[in-house]
């Protein structure tokens, strides 16, 4: 399934990469979307392919001079309608390390962005807390001066990577702001435990900072400046969700259409019935305009992805919320097979649905997006 719109030519090689990819791991593809731990052939994959280089700048090991949200999200897509673990493996590689690309020092980024790109070393970005979720300015984690030394104490809950991950790009308050540090996982102190599995299962940990010490140098960016690079990364990677949200929806229509051909009823085949036809072609109508919306955006956001962050969550809040709908159309077009466990359609409902809670809840994105309006529609243009 190619989709409707013409690509530029420079991200030949990235597609079929990712479809290289994306086919490689289709054997163990199902067994790997139901574990909440490493699984460790989804990541020798991910390494051999050689795209966690797309997440860093090609100073550090990196395929493009920056990184390309377009380039991202036609990778997710292609990733996501194979493997939700494989995609998830993916997208981290720069939601943890994004702050570093745009806020590190040079030392930083010599010493882990090179790692990253070979995905040699797994990176998590540690915002949420049991306490905070979308009010980030809730925090309760604080870093302390203690002579020359920083102390990091608090906890974080739900973090992607959390046990897998090599570093956490932690948020944490900071006198009267908010900074960023980057907090090795071997660091004394740092206890991970595994979050309380999701109906779509995904590695995810909680971390408990004991009173980790760290070095001055462990902090992102200057003091205070956490939002400002939180919102660079969202800028960048809020927009994959929706690159992910069209390979769910892609998958799951390969699947109602194989089954809507091929099972006939009254006659003849499901897809010759008007009401089935009807969900069938709303699902294709629904995944064409946010593919549409998606790319558009993420091309856009090349050039200035802060500038961009408002169409970003609009292509986010318009392809996951697609995406639910589409599969639950498809599951309807497929009638008790589409209620199987550990079908691909099944795993496809479950993993359609935490798209509409991360990196920014549809309700949240909603709130910006309606501030965003009142520039955007006052100019009687
Ligand atoms: C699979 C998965 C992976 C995740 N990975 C990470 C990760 O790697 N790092 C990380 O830091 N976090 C991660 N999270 C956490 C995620 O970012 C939070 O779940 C998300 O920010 C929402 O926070 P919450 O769950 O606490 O919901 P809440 O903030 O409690 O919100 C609950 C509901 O209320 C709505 N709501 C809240 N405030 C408002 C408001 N002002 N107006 C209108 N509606 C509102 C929300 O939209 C939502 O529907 C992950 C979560 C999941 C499910």
């Known amino acids: 399934m190619s989709g409707l719109m013409e690509i530029d030519s420079k991200y030949e090689g990235v597609i079929q990469d990712a479809r290289k990819l994306a086919d490689s791991v289709e054997p163990y593809a199902m067994e790997a979307d139901e574990s909440s731990e490493l699984y460790q052939p989804i990541l020798d994959a991910l390494r051999a392919s050689g795209l966690s280089a797309l997440m860093v700048p090609s100073q550090y090991g990196g395929w493009f001079d920056t990184v390309d949200p377009l380039a991202v999200c036609l990778v997710r897509e292609k990733l996501m309608r194979s493997s939700s673990h494989l995609d998830s493996l993916f997208a981290l590689q720069g939601i943890g390390s994004y702050a570093i690309s745009v806020a590190g020092t040079e030392s930083q980024k010599e010493e882990w962005l090179p790692l990253v790109s070979k995905a040699e070393a797994l990176a998590a970005l540690a915002l949420t807390e049991p306490r905070a979720g979308s009010d980030l300015k809730g925090i309760e984690t604080v870093v302390d001066q203690k ?30 702001g908010y900074s960023l540090f980057l907090v090795p996982a071997d660091s004394d102190g740092l206890e991970t435990s595994p979050s309380p599995e999701i109906i779509a299962p995904h590695v995810l940990g909680e971390l408990k900072f004991n009173d980790v010490v760290l070095p001055q140098s462990a902090r992102l960016g200057e003091p205070g400046t956490a939002f400002r690079n939180v919102l660079a990364t969202l800028s960048v990677f809020r927009i994959s969700v929706a690159g992910a949200a069209l390979g769910v929806m892609t998958g799951a229509i390969e699947e109602a259409v194989k089954h809507c051909t091929q099972r006939e009823q009254f006659g003849r085949s499901l897809i010759k019935h008007g009401p089935v036809a009807t969900l069938l072609a709303d699902s294709w ?95 009687g243009s």
Request: glycine share 8%.
């Open 285 to 379: 109508s629904d995944l064409e305009s946010s593919r549409f919306l998606t790319y558009q955006t993420a091309s856009l956001a090349i050039d200035d992805p802060a500038k961009n962050l408002d169409k970003s969550s609009l292509a986010k809040l318009t392809a996951t919320e697609a995406a639910c709908r589409v599969v639950d159309r498809c599951v309807q077009t497929m009638g008790r097979w589409g209620l199987i466990r550990g079908s691909k359609i099944e795993k496809y409902y479950r993993q359609a649905r935490p798209m509409r809670v991360y990196e920014g809840a549809s309700e949240i994105l909603r709130l910006g997006i309606a501030n965003g309006m009142v520039e955007e529609f006052s100019d």
């Open 147 to 176: 002579g020359a030394e920083l102390i990091l104490r608090g906890e974080k809950s739900f973090i992607s990577n959390a046990g897998a991950a090599s570093f956490y790009t932690t948020l944490a308050k900071e006198g009267d």
